[in-house]
């Protein structure tokens, strides 16, 4: 911060240090309160500034001190938020109402502005931000520096810091920071109705030591509820008879055949016609006589043999 100063003033203008402490309500009812650091005339001059939206203006001292009393008041309101969210997880889990817990501390000591604020909100379930929790997460992260620094530890602080960091990383950043209270109702809206008050979780039944006779015992028991019939059921009902259609046969189309060209005619090589050979004459030996063969009959017509035959003709030739 002494740096920032140092910068603003080598332009030669002044610097003021001027955090505050207020929600966004606040701030449109004129209800902030501002710690303000820095030279005395320069906060003259910036006073009418800061009273248009606060109602009380608290001068701190040297450039950088106003810085860590906002700090170290909103350790004080982040813790005091995150016990307020376990506190609310304590009441669920016991099993007691809500306006029970409201009640309580509304009459206690640690009642204050911040509670009455967030309380109501926490159990609604309404995280409409006021001091949204990346804001909150940040001044978490610069105190716990500072306290580094300082070789000092804020134990309360770093555990506040870390639930807002659970809560960023889910995604609610831009929500309230009072949001923090989902790490303990991620899923519903804490009940506002009586239960059964239960101040202690009753523990889980002790299971006895398996023994040779138990687990007979088991197994009989077993093989028992398999030879069992089993239940009788209800009959499921028919199915229902799907409407008939007509099949359907696809009536294939005929397939045009392409015209086949005629084959062209294989070429057929004429021969001439070869004439009958020429008979020889049979040489006839002298004195010889001619010998009547089978030929000489078949070569008279049929009709000429029997016209000789009714003319009491003989058929044979004479001999000479």
Request: no cysteine; charged share 25%.
């Given at each position: 911060m002494?740096s920032a100063?140092?910068?603003?003033e080598?332009?030669g203008?002044?610097?003021?240090?001027?955090?505050?402490?207020g929600?966004?309500?606040g701030a449109e009812k004129?209800e902030?309160?501002f710690y303000?650091?820095?030279?005395e005339v320069?906060?003259k001059?910036?006073?009418?500034?800061?009273?248009?939206?606060?109602?009380?203006?608290?001068?701190?001292?040297?450039?950088?001190?106003?810085?860590v009393v906002?700090?170290?008041?909103n350790?004080?309101?982040?813790?005091?938020?995150q016990?307020l969210?376990?506190?609310?997880?304590?009441i669920?889990?016991?099993g007691i109402?809500?306006?029970k817990?409201?009640e309580?501390?509304?009459?206690?000591?640690?009642?204050?502005?911040t509670?009455s604020?967030?309380?109501?909100?926490?159990?609604e379930?309404?995280?409409?931000?006021?001091?949204?929790?990346?804001?909150m997460l940040?001044?978490m992260k610069?105190?716990?520096?500072l306290g580094?620094?300082?070789?000092i530890?804020l134990?309360?602080?770093?555990?506040?810091?870390?639930?807002?960091l659970?809560?960023?990383?889910?995604?609610?950043s831009?929500e309230?920071?009072?949001v923090?209270?989902?790490?303990y109702f991620?899923?519903?809206?804490?009940?506002?109705?009586?239960?059964?008050?239960?101040?202690?979780?009753?523990p889980?039944?002790?299971?006895p030591?398996a023994?040779i006779?138990?687990?007979g015992?088991?197994?009989?028991?077993?093989?028992e509820?398999d030879?069992?019939p089993?239940?009788?059921?209800?009959p499921?009902?028919?199915?229902?008879?799907?409407?008939?259609?007509?099949?359907f046969?696809p009536v294939?189309?005929?397939?045009e055949?392409?015209p086949?060209?005629?084959?062209a005619?294989?070429?057929?090589?004429s021969?001439?016609?070869?004439?009958?050979?020429?008979?020889?004459?049979v040489?006839?030996?002298p004195?010889?006589?001619?010998?009547?063969?089978?030929?000489?009959g078949?070569?008279?017509?049929?009709?000429?043999v029997?016209?000789?035959?009714?003319r009491?003709?003989?058929?044979?030739?004479e001999?000479?």
């Amino acid at each position: 911060m002494r740096s920032a100063a140092d910068l603003v003033e080598r332009r030669g203008a002044r610097f003021i240090e001027a955090p505050f402490t207020g929600s966004k309500l606040g701030a449109e009812k004129g209800e902030l309160v501002f710690y303000v650091a820095g030279d005395e005339v320069a906060l003259k001059e910036a006073r009418p500034i800061l009273e248009a939206s606060s109602k009380e203006i608290i001068e701190i001292g040297a450039i950088g001190q106003a810085t860590v009393v906002k700090l170290a008041t909103n350790i004080v309101t982040g813790a005091s938020v995150q016990a307020l969210a376990e506190g609310l997880a304590i009441i669920n889990a016991a099993g007691i109402p809500s306006e029970k817990f409201v009640e309580a501390l509304q009459n206690n000591a640690s009642y204050s502005k911040t509670l009455s604020m967030k309380l109501p909100k926490m159990i609604e379930g309404n995280f409409e931000p006021h001091f949204a929790l990346k804001h909150m997460l940040k001044d978490m992260k610069i105190a716990s520096q500072l306290g580094l620094s300082h070789h000092i530890e804020l134990a309360t602080t770093t555990a506040a810091r870390d639930r807002l960091l659970e809560q960023e990383q889910r995604g609610y950043s831009e929500e309230d920071f009072s949001v923090i209270v989902r790490k303990y109702f991620p899923e519903k809206q804490i009940p506002a109705v009586e239960q059964d008050l239960e101040l202690f979780e009753k523990p889980p039944p002790v299971e006895p030591d398996a023994t040779i006779s138990s687990m007979g015992e088991v197994a009989a028991a077993v093989q028992e509820s398999d030879l069992a019939p089993p239940p009788a059921t209800e009959p499921l009902p028919a199915p229902q008879p799907e409407p008939a259609f007509d099949q359907f046969i696809p009536v294939q189309a005929p397939i045009e055949q392409a015209p086949m060209e005629p084959a062209a005619p294989a070429p057929v090589e004429s021969t001439p016609p070869q004439a009958p050979p020429a008979e020889q004459p049979v040489p006839q030996q002298p004195g010889a006589e001619p010998q009547r063969s089978q030929e000489a009959g078949e070569q008279k017509a049929p009709m000429d043999v029997l016209a000789k035959l009714l003319r009491g003709e003989s058929i044979f030739p004479e001999s000479k």
